[in-house]
């Protein structure tokens, strides 16, 4: 915690943040806020008893570097014959769920192929996972 000083004293000293979500908590001359990911400014506002202001402003930024967690993934399925007559088949499985630490998470499969979906012979399909991190 910032420690103002002034020749005719110091009547307050406040601490605000651009993320309405953080709740600074001062014990002593340490402070403490759980901050979300991304940035946030903190600024510590000192008035004087006559009045006069000064500011310290600082940023914390918060990097989300937890994977998120691809629950359920159905193991391998085929080799399966192809659908009569199509160079294909028309495939289902038990869809997988996914968690992370922060909210957000995305499961996508590349080819955008969902369940139950008609399969060309030969083409793999991969389930990915995805934060609001970007992890």
Avoid at 60 to 70: E, Y
């Amino acid at each position: 915690v910032p420690v103002p000083t002034d020749a005719c004293g110091i009547m307050s000293l406040v601490v605000s943040t651009s993320n309405n979500t953080v709740n600074v908590i001062t014990i002593g001359t340490t402070a403490f806020a759980l901050f979300p990911v991304g940035t946030t400014t903190v600024t510590y506002t000192a008035t004087d008893n006559n009045g006069n202001v000064s500011t310290c402003d600082f940023t914390v930024t918060i990097v989300d570097n937890q994977l998120p967690i691809i629950n359920n993934c159905p193991t391998d399925i085929g080799p399966l014959g192809n659908d009569a007559g199509l160079c294909g088949r028309t495939v289902s499985w038990n869809e997988p769920t996914a968690s992370d630490n922060c909210p957000g998470v995305m499961l996508t499969t590349t080819p955008p192929n969902a369940n139950g979906s008609f399969f060309s012979v030969g083409v793999p399909t991969l389930v990915t996972a995805t934060d609001a991190g970007g992890e």
